[in-house]
């Protein structure tokens, strides 16, 4: 049997199998109509999107916007090419992952990276690499690719290649931490010392006079400036400076390094630790040992992670806002890379915690 026909000729929709016809797709906004919603050229959109200065403030309202109205992004292949910024930045971590996986201090500050990165339009490419060799790798593919901005130097350690490594290849850099000598690297940091040398004073007002340290992993710029933190104010106090123990940021080498100094004949009456972590470990292997915290024995950690009020007792230690960190340094490279000229930022100080952990030495 022969189908209807409609007055088109095809057959009747009516009653068939055939599928109703597809509706047209929405056609996708350009950059055309975004020039016509805001009433000016597709340059001055072009500008605006790129930053460029040359557009006044009212015209570059308006381009904004009509993006937003209309939901128009522009191509990052497309702009990347002419902009030559891909709106991304690099940071290469070389750390052991038994020690990354317990160390919050990361975490955190990816966090305050991409606070700062998110409203810019900025990605992060975050690389771990096991040791020196694929650290040089990741930095020498991530020039040959072209694919990042600039990146983060952080976790500096003594005698870093890595300042010269990223300026041969000529990658823009933000160094996380103290100046460095030798490179014209910009940094940002905070004198991280000063938890340590707050600590000791602390500890000396409550009478401690044997004060211990355990150190953080050997070789990075941050452990030695914990050590001669502690050693310069204990000179200060006019206090013995005990041999430190050292360790390596993690908890069961703080934990050694706390039976270490207690198998002293003239053990510490209180220890400053280079990190809450191995802290907190101090307190275990103390408390496992028959000594009370904090009155046998008074404890202060550093970076004061949301664990550290949570124990028990509640961890003294010396406060950093690495959150803020992280949103300071991603603004500051971001600028960087496009050619503006280094500016200081003023980061929140180190704070100094009073908690349960200390008191005075026992009689």
Not at 168 to 194: F, H, K, M
Not at 290 to 311: Q, W, Y
Not at 312 to 324: E, I, N
Request: net charge neutral; proline share 10%.
């Amino acid at each position: 049997m022969t189908r209807p026909k409609d007055p088109s000729g095809g057959p009747a929709a009516e009653g068939t199998d055939e599928a109703p016809p597809r509706p047209p797709r929405a056609r996708r906004p350009t950059i055309g109509d975004v020039a016509a919603l805001a009433q000016v050229s597709k340059a001055t959109v072009s500008f605006v999107v790129n930053d460029r200065p040359g557009v006044s403030p009212q015209a570059r309202r308006r381009v904004r916007a009509a993006m937003d109205d209309l939901g128009w992004q522009p191509n990052a292949g497309a702009r990347a090419l002419s902009t030559k910024r891909w709106q991304t930045l690099g940071l290469v971590i070389r750390r052991p992952p038994e020690l990354l996986s317990t160390d919050p201090f990361f975490p955190q500050f990816v966090a305050g990276i991409e606070t700062g990165l998110a409203p810019l339009g900025y990605a992060l490419v975050l690389q771990v690499v096991p040791d020196v060799g694929s650290e040089q790798r990741a930095y020498e593919r991530l020039a040959g690719d072209g694919r990042v901005d600039g990146v983060f130097l952080t976790d500096l350690r003594v005698g870093d290649p890595r300042p010269a490594l990223v300026t041969a290849l000529d990658i823009p850099a933000l160094i996380v931490g103290p100046p460095q000598e030798g490179t014209a690297i910009p940094s940002i940091g905070v004198d991280d010392g000063s938890g340590i040398r707050q600590a000791v004073r602390h500890l000396r007002s409550l009478g401690h006079r044997r004060i211990g340290h355990v150190c953080g992993a050997e070789g990075y710029v941050h452990t030695e400036s914990r050590r001669i933190a502690w050693s310069e104010a204990l000179a200060e106090a006019g206090l013995p400076e005990l041999p430190p123990a050292k360790a390596d940021f993690t908890g069961a080498s703080g934990a050694q390094a706390t039976h270490r100094l207690l198998d002293q004949d003239e053990r510490p009456t209180a220890i400053v630790y280079a990190n809450d972590l191995m802290a907190i470990a101090g307190i275990a292997a103390a408390t496992s040992r028959g000594l009370r915290v904090p009155e046998d024995l008074s404890v202060v950690g550093f970076d004061d992670i949301p664990l550290a009020d949570c124990i028990s007792p509640p961890l003294t230690t010396a406060r950093q806002d690495v959150l803020a960190w992280g949103h300071a340094a991603a603004r500051t490279l971001v600028a960087l890379t496009g050619g503006k000229d280094f500016q200081p930022v003023p980061l929140p100080p180190v704070q100094f915690i009073v908690r349960a952990s200390t008191a005075p030495p026992p009689a």
